[in-house]
């Protein structure tokens, strides 16, 4: 199994990235997939998920800016970043959950706001 995420980058305050991250090796429409971010001396934490049915969920810092897309025909999850932040600051991480039981990680992607 292999989850590979791209798209990180350096970009100014107020501007945007997409993130993707490719699956393989899994069923992808069966699992839960979501990004997660772990800025310096923090603990990761959850940015948005989607469903297998599609429903999204984000943290309030995130909700307006964000957007998190699947395309189960491309085994694929993205991350529209959108009005970026400073404090958006972090490595990008996808994961993928089969029943809340079965985990995977992908390696991650540094994304870095400058004011």
């Known amino acids: 199994v292999q989850l590979q995420a791209s798209g990180g980058g350096l970009v100014q305050a107020g501007g945007s990235l997409r993130l993707s991250c490719a699956a393989s090796g899994i069923n992808f429409s069966d699992y839960a997939v979501g990004w997660y971010r772990q800025a310096p001396g923090e603990q990761r934490r959850l940015v948005a998920d989607?469903?297998?049915?599609?429903?999204?969920v984000y943290i309030d810092s995130v909700k307006g800016r964000f957007t998190i897309s699947r395309d189960n025909t491309k085994n694929t999850v993205y991350l529209q970043m959108n009005s970026l932040k400073p404090e958006d600051t972090a490595v990008y991480y996808c994961?993928?959950?089969?029943?809340?039981?079965?985990?995977?990680w992908g390696k991650g992607t540094l994304v870095t706001v400058s004011s």
């Open positions: 994961t993928a959950v089969y029943l809340s039981s079965v985990e995977y």
């Open positions: 989607t469903s297998t049915s599609g429903r999204a």
